[in-house]
């Protein structure tokens, strides 16, 4: 009969995953670790980006645009390099995984949303610089303009760290007839209010200037109301237009939130499922390794039965 410490091995299937596991090397693990499950990482990215960002801010001053262009240039030229190594150390670091292993898994790996957001980000980089080192531009406005765009792409491939994009993708997609009923009604309430108050203020000067003297002013204005404040540029004169404008700020303001209150349960809602399914996971583990055991101690007593039956047999 086994003793215990046998008797309570994992399973064959637990093995292999074990060997696939320890045949990955372990530079390749730590570096899957750092670069896809590490948030310091993603927090020292964030920082160091956000000094670019600064760094890109100060060229459109015109007292520090001379001085800080060759610095935003090197700065730039900087993080191109690192991102090309980042990306092929992420790239070999994939082989810890089996689903990324092999040909098959490689494809598998450049189809991934935020591997597709750093080739898109290289191969823009590759073609900035390359334009502004053949001179392909009489000045360097757009050098400047296409690293800035630059900037803020690089903030996209951070999401990989929070996971913020599928999320709201998700919610969006769960509540998409809610939402969508929600805009339907501002809409319905936007137009017919736009079109009363166009009618009823086209005629009326203010200093020599008509606010509302087309339709299309008289939306910009019913939008403005409904989504903000209002700029204040443009105001209704009349009573009946005022009173149109104070009807659709209190019924339009409630409507027009309506989709975030929304997005903002959702995300409530998920983040509760979270943490439950965190609180039940250790006992439901426990409770399934119990089980497991217990399936074990009840075929090791039939097989060990079994075998004493043939023996007093083939004994007698």
């Known amino acids: 009969m086994q003793n215990e410490s046998e008797l309570f091995l994992p399973s064959r299937l637990d093995k292999i995953r074990q060997r696939r596991f320890r045949r990955a090397p372990w530079l390749s693990s730590r570096l899957f670790h750092l670069f896809e499950q590490s948030s310091l990482y993603g927090c020292f990215l964030f920082l160091v980006f956000s000094v670019a960002v600064v760094a890109g801010t100060r060229t459109t001053y015109e007292e520090y645009h001379e001085s800080s262009v060759p610095i935003l240039f090197y700065i730039e030229l900087t993080l191109c390099m690192y991102c090309l190594l980042e990306f092929i150390l992420r790239t070999y670091a994939s082989e810890s995984r089996s689903r990324y292993q092999g040909l098959q898994g490689k494809i598998q790996f450049f189809y991934e949303h935020y591997v597709i957001v750093d080739l898109v980000l290289l191969s823009s980089y590759a073609t900035v610089f390359t334009l502004h080192l053949i001179k392909f531009y009489d000045t360097s406005t757009y050098f400047l303009h296409g690293l800035r765009f630059l900037q803020l792409l690089r903030f996209i491939s951070l999401d990989r760290y929070i996971r913020s994009i599928p999320l709201i993708s998700f919610i969006v997609w769960q509540y998409r007839r809610v939402i969508l009923a929600a805009v339907y009604i501002c809409i319905l309430l936007l137009l017919p209010t736009a079109y009363f108050l166009w009618l009823v203020e086209r005629h009326v000067e203010t200093n020599g200037q008509f606010f509302f003297k087309t339709y299309t002013d008289s939306v910009w204005f019913t939008i403005n109301s409904m989504a903000t404040i209002g700029y ?51 006992p439901a583990a426990r409770l399934i390794l119990a089980l497991w055991r217990l399936q074990t101690i009840k075929n090791q007593s039939r097989t060990t039965s079994g075998k004493q039956q043939v023996s007093e047999q083939f004994h007698f």
């Open 232 to 282: 204040g540029d443009t105001w209704p004169q009349t009573l009946t237009g005022r009173t149109l404008t104070a009807s659709l700020c209190c019924i339009g303001l409630a409507l027009w939130t309506l989709p975030a209150g929304i997005i903002s349960a959702g995300l409530t809602s998920i983040d509760e499922k979270r943490r439950e399914s965190k609180r039940l996971l250790r």
